[in-house]
C-alpha cells in the first residue's frame, strides 16, 4: 500500500503548450504522487489554467508528455480520454456550471455520462441519493431546483465542487476556487477543500492567488466529529503531503513545501508568502 | 504577405475539421434527440411569423411591381407564373436562409460562445461530452431539416401575397392566377428552390456554430462572434445562391 500510494496520479514531462501568441507554459516537469496536496500560486496570466486544462488534456501540448494514472495521455483522441477525465473532479475558475441546467441536473450531469459509459448498471434512485449527498456535502441541498443564475457567486462555485465531487473521484483539480469571493465563504469554500481530501482520500491540485489558503491545507484536518476544521497534529503527514508551487510566465519557478517557500530568498517567489494568521 | 494569409487559411482548415466531425456524428451514437427537438422548434417554429410575413410581402411586392411592366405587354395574366417563378427558385429560398442566418446564426454564435467563455464547453468535455455531438451536430440537423419547410411556408404565403395584388388590383380570378402559377413550375424549379435552402442551412448552422466554439474574450469577443457569424454567413448564402443557380440555368 506504501508502495501504491506514491505512485504518480498526475504527472508533466517537459510539457510546453503554446498560444498563436503567446507560450503559456514552458517545459513544465512535476509529478503529484496519490494523496498529496499541490499549491499552485502565480501571477494572472501565468499559466495556471493552461496547467489545469492540459492535466485534463483539454488543450494539447506542443512538446512533452502528461501523465494522468501513469497512462500518457498526449496522443489520446478526444473519445478515449473520457474514461480517464471521468476519474478526475474539475473546478473550472469561470464555474462551467451550464446554465440551461438546473443545480440538479448540473451536479446530475457527471453521473448520468457515466452511467451511459457503464451501459446503464446504476437505478435511477441512487441517483438522487448520490445528487443529494453531493449537494449536502457543499451546504446546497435546497437549490436543488433552482438555475445557476439565481445562485450567488460563492453558491456557484459551491455547487461546482459539488459537481466535480458527486462521481468521488480520486483526483481533484481546483482552479482558483476562492478568487473573487469575501474572505468567509472563501474559507468556507477552501475547509471544503480540506473535507475532501481527509474524507475521501482525493489527491489535490489547488490553483489559489491567497497564501491563507495554501497554509490552511497545509496545516488544518477536518474532524468529522465536531465538522470543522482543526489544527492538524505534528506527524499526521498532512504538512509533508502539501507541496507548493510556483509558476512565473509560464514556468515552473519553485515547487518545495511552505518552509522551502518561506525561506526563498527569489524576489517573485517571495511575493507569495503571505499572512499565515489570516483566517 | 504569407503571414496575411496565413490567419484565413488556418481559419478555413479548423472550419473543414468542425464540418467533417459535425457531419461524422449525425450517424454515430449518442444522439441527442431532445437537443434536436428543441432546436427545431426554436429555429423552425420560431421563426414561422418572420417567414411568413416576409414571405407574403415579398410575393405581394413582386406582384405590384411586375404589373407595371406587364400592363405595356397587356400580359396581366401572366403574373401568376412570374411570382411563382421568382419566389420558389430565387426569393423564397434567399430571402428565408437571410432571415434564418440572421435569427439563428446568430443565436447559435452567441449562445456557443457564451458557453465558451463561461467554460461551459471545457466542462462538458471534462465531462465526457463531445460539445461537437450535444451543441452542434443537433443545430445542423435541426436547421437542414426545417429551412426547406420554412422556404416552401415562404413560398406558398408569398404566392398568396401575389394572389391578393392579382384579385383586388388586377381583378384577375383565382383560375387565372393559380392554374397557370402552378402549370409553370417544372421538377427543374422545385429541385433548385429546395437544393438551396438545404445547402443554405448548412452554411448557416456550420458558420454560427464555427463561430462560437472559436469565440475568445470574453462577453466582447461573444459580441463579435455573434456579429462575424451572421456577416460571413450571409455573403456565403449570396455567393453560393449563384453558383447553384448556375447549375440549373443552362445557357
Ligand atoms: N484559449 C487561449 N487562447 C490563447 N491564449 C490563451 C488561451 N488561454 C490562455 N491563454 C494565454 O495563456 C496565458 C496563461 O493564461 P492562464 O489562463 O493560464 O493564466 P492564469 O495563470 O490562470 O491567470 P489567472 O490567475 O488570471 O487566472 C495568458 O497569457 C493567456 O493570454
Ligand atoms: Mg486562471
Redesign the interface.
Known amino acids: 500500500m506504501a508502495e501504491r500510494a506514491s505512485e504518480s496520479v498526475l504527472r508533466f514531462e517537459q510539457v510546453t503548450v503554446c498560444f498563436p501568441d503567446v507560450v503559456a507554459l514552458k517545459d513544465v516537469s512535476f509529478s503529484v504522487p496519490a494523496g498529496e496536496t499541490r499549491i499552485v500560486f502565480g501571477a494572472a496570466g501565468s499559466g495556471k489554467s493552461v496547467m489545469v486544462?492540459t492535466a485534463?488534456g483539454?488543450v494539447k501540448p506542443e512538446s512533452g508528455h502528461v501523465f494522468l494514472f501513469q497512462q500518457d495521455i498526449t496522443g489520446l483522441s478526444?473519445?478515449e480520454l473520457?474514461p480517464t477525465?471521468?476519474k478526475?473532479g474539475?473546478l473550472?475558475?469561470?464555474?462551467?456550471?451550464?446554465?440551461s441546467l438546473t443545480i440538479q441536473e448540473n451536479v446530475e450531469?457527471?453521473l448520468l455520462?457515466?452511467i451511459?459509459?457503464a451501459a446503464a448498471h446504476e437505478r435511477n434512485g441512487n441517483l438522487e441519493t448520490r445528487v443529494r449527498e453531493a449537494l449536502r456535502f457543499v451546504e446546497l441541498e435546497h437549490t436543488l431546483e433552482k438555475f445557476p443564475s439565481e445562485l450567488s457567486g460563492g453558491m456557484r462555485r459551491r455547487v461546482g465542487i459539488a459537481?466535480a465531487m458527486v462521481t468521488d473521484p480520486p483526483l481533484m483539480l481546483y482552479d482558483s476556487p476562492s478568487a473573487g469571493l469575501d474572505p468567509i465563504t472563501a474559507n468556507t469554500i477552501m475547509a471544503l477543500a480540506v473535507k475532501a481530501r481527509d474524507t475521501r482520500n482525493t489527491t489535490s491540485v489547488i490553483v489559489t492567488h491567497r497564501y491563507q489558503d495554501g497554509h490552511l491545507m497545509a496545516n488544518f484536518r477536518y474532524n468529522p466529529e465536531s465538522g470543522a476544521l482543526e489544527p492538524a497534529r505534528r506527524g499526521s503527514g498532512i504538512h509533508e503531503r502539501t507541496v507548493f508551487m510556483v509558476f512565473g510566465e509560464g514556468s515552473l519557478v519553485f515547487e518545495g513545501t511552505q518552509e522551502e517557500l518561506e525561506a526563498s530568498t527569489d524576489a517573485y517567489v517571495s511575493k507569495f508568502k503571505g499572512i499565515k494568521e489570516l483566517r | 504577405m504569407l503571414d496575411l494569409l496565413k490567419t484565413p487559411v488556418l481559419a478555413l482548415q479548423d472550419f473543414c475539421v468542425l464540418c467533417g466531425r459535425a457531419l461524422r456524428n449525425i450517424v454515430r451514437r449518442p444522439h441527442y434527440f431532445d437537443d434536436i427537438f428543441l432546436q427545431m422548434d426554436i429555429i423552425g417554429f420560431g421563426s414561422l411569423p418572420i417567414v411568413i410575413l416576409t414571405g407574403f410581402f415579398s410575393g405581394a411586392v413582386i406582384g405590384l411591381q411586375m404589373t407595371r411592366a406587364l400592363q405595356t405587354y397587356g400580359a396581366t395574366g401572366q403574373i401568376g407564373p412570374i411570382v411563382a417563378v421568382t419566389l420558389v427558385r430565387e426569393l423564397g429560398p434567399v430571402l428565408s436562409s437571410l432571415l434564418i442566418a440572421g435569427r439563428n446564426a446568430s443565436g447559435m454564435a452567441s449562445e456557443i460562445g457564451s458557453m465558451k467563455v463561461t467554460e461551459q464547453i471545457d466542462a462538458m468535455r471534462a465531462l465526457g461530452t463531445d460539445p461537437i455531438q450535444k451543441l452542434i451536430t443537433p443545430r445542423v440537423i435541426a436547421t437542414t431539416v426545417t429551412l426547406p419547410m420554412l422556404t416552401i411556408i415562404a413560398d406558398f404565403v408569398g404566392l398568396v401575397g401575389g394572389f391578393i395584388v392579382a384579385y383586388y388590383l388586377l381583378n384577375l380570378t383565382a383560375g387565372q392566377y393559380w392554374t397557370p402559377a402552378y402549370q409553370i413550375l417544372e421538377w427543374n424549379d422545385i429541385a433548385q428552390g429546395l437544393l438551396k435552402p438545404f445547402v443554405f442551412a448548412l452554411v448557416i448552422s456550420l458558420v454560427g456554430c464555427f463561430y462560437g466554439i472559436r469565440t475568445t474574450g470574453g462577453t466582447q469577443g461573444v459580441g463579435r462572434a455573434t456579429t462575424q457569424a451572421v456577416v460571413v454567413a450571409s455573403v456565403w448564402i449570396f455567393i453560393l445562391n449563384l453558383f447553384i443557380t448556375r447549375i440549373f440555368v443552362n445557357v
Open positions: 486544462k485534463l483539454l478526444e473519445q473520457f477525465r471521468a478526475i474539475v473550472f475558475q469561470e464555474g462551467g456550471l451550464f446554465d450531469y457527471p455520462n457515466q451511459k459509459a459537481r
